[in-house]
């Protein structure tokens, strides 16, 4: 894992060399050891409960490089982040990214980092898998909400499932751990849900279903889109034997093991059961926007003094204001009086 893209990219400043600063730690006593990174707002797809079909794209020179964004990963190890999630947009569409993974694993050997993991949707990880692998990712997060490809192309408006499939296939044999995640959608697939089940145990793949989140202007209304999972799991209760499970990730999925299939089963649900006592993390967008909280509009700049200094000092005295700003939770509602999404950012430009 050291080795010459890691050179390439670390900052002057490695974690382990800092004075170590203290943890972030929010008013509710939330200790902040998770970062998920958005590296790109573009996608290759438009999926319809994430994109409008003519999103505007940031200007390429408004993003950190990737010498910037392993420098604001850095600084999150050294203030104790302990997972990564590097997710986007489709994070595996931006140029060169790799060498981004490449640097951060020297946080992974290190021990300062638990954990690098990436959310992705599939459509280029046969040519990256292996990469990935190399890199010291043991688990990634696949969003699939189908297995029909007519079915996948409408939900994504342009992708073709084989190559998705593809990517599991090389994920697998490069021996990384998958869970797949799937938006739970109304009238679309929760007649299916049963078959994904079985579908992703039989392949050794953990399966999660989501509930769809009001975030950003998409074509059409949120609520024909918005499957409770409370509803899924009575559903669901007719062919299987769900069993609770003390199983935990770090993020938000709470699991169950599912009896006949043995595997794992996990329901994230912002809307039925807010989760947000437990929240340890926060995200940044690819232009160095730190949003305490997926569901609430307050933000803080850290690219400003990110490129203000060479020093960490005035990145991690914005890091702290920010973290003292974090707010308790989301106020997620979908129903037909609540036209306007909680927040107006798409879920592609805070990131998964
Ligand atoms: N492109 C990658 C992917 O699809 O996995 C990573 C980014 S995507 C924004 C991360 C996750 O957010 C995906 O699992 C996607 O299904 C989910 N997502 C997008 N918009 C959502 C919404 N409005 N509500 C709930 N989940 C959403
Ligand atoms: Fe792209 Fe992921 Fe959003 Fe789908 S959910 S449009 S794959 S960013």
Known sequence: MGNIYGMILRSEIDASSLAAPAPLVDPFGRAISYIRVSVTDRCDFRCVYCMSEDMHFLPKQDLLSLEELDRL????????????????????????????????????????????????????????????????????NVSLDTLDPDKFRAITRWGDLAKVMDGLDAAQAAGLSIKINAVALKGFNEVEAPEMIRWAHSRGMDITFIEVMPLGEIDGARVDQYLPLTQLRAQLLDQFTL????????????????????????FITPLTHNFCEGCNRVRVTCTGTLYMCLGQEDAADLRAPLRASESNELLFKAMEDAIARKPKGHDFVIDRTTRNPAVGRHMSVTGG
């Open 243 to 266: 069993e609770d499970s003390t199983y935990q990730t770090g993020g938000p999925a709470r699991y169950v093991t599912v009896k006949e299939t043995g595997g794992r089963l996990g």
């Open 73 to 140: 990963c850095s600084a999150f190890v050294a203030k104790g982040t302990r997972k990564i999630r590097i997710t986007g947009g489709e994070p595996l569409v931006r140029r060169g990214i790799m060498t981004l993974f490449h640097s951060l694993a020297r946080h992974l050997e290190s021990g300062a980092l638990e954990e690098v993991t990436v959310t992705t949707n599939g459509s280029q990880l046969a040519r990256h898998a292996k990469e990935l692998a190399d890199c010291g990712v043991k688990r990634i």
